[in-house]
Nanobody, 119 residues
Framework: QVQLVESGGGLVQAGDSLRLSCAASGLTFRSYAMGWFRQAPGKEREFVAR????????YYTDSVKGRFTISRDNDKNTVYLQMNSLKPEDTAVYYC????????????WGRGTQVTVSS
C-alpha cells in the first residue's frame, strides 16, 4: 500500500521560512518523480515544483522560483520543499504527488499539510 505523508506546515509570518516533508512508503521511491502542489481556498490545485527520481532535474512554477527549493533523499524516501520569503499568497494546503515519469499522470497523493502565511 502506497502512502505519502506530508508534514511541516504551520502558521508563519510573511518573510519567514518553512520546510515541508513528504515521506513515502510502499513504492520504489527512486523510480518515481515527485511533485509539490498547492490548493488555496476557492481555487484549483496548482503545480508548485517537481523533481526527477534521481534528483538531478527540478522545475518550478514562476511564482516560487528563487524562493522555494525542492529536494529529495532517496535513502530516506522523502521529498522536501524548502520555502523561503513566504508571502500571504503562498497560503494553501500543500500536497505531494508521485508519478513514474514526466509522461505519466501523478498516481499517488498525500493528504496535504496546511501552510498559512500572515501579513
Amino acid at each position: 500500500q502506497v502512502q505519502l505523508v506530508e508534514s511541516g506546515g504551520g502558521l508563519v509570518q510573511a518573510g519567514d521560512s518553512l520546510r515541508l516533508s513528504c515521506a513515502a512508503s510502499g513504492l520504489t521511491f527512486r523510480s518515481y518523480a515527485m511533485g509539490w502542489f498547492r490548493q488555496a481556498p476557492g481555487k484549483e490545485r496548482e503545480f508548485v515544483a517537481r523533481i526527477s527520481g534521481s534528483g538531478g532535474s527540478t522545475y518550478y512554477t514562476d511564482s516560487v522560483k528563487g524562493r522555494f527549493t525542492i529536494s529529495r533523499d532517496n535513502d530516506k524516501n522523502t521529498v522536501y520543499l524548502q520555502m523561503n520569503s513566504l508571502k500571504p499568497e503562498d497560503t494553501a494546503v500543500y500536497y505531494c504527488g508521485a508519478r513514474l515519469g514526466i509522461t505519466h499522470d501523478y498516481k499517488y497523493w498525500g493528504r496535504g499539510t496546511q501552510v498559512t502565511v500572515s501579513s
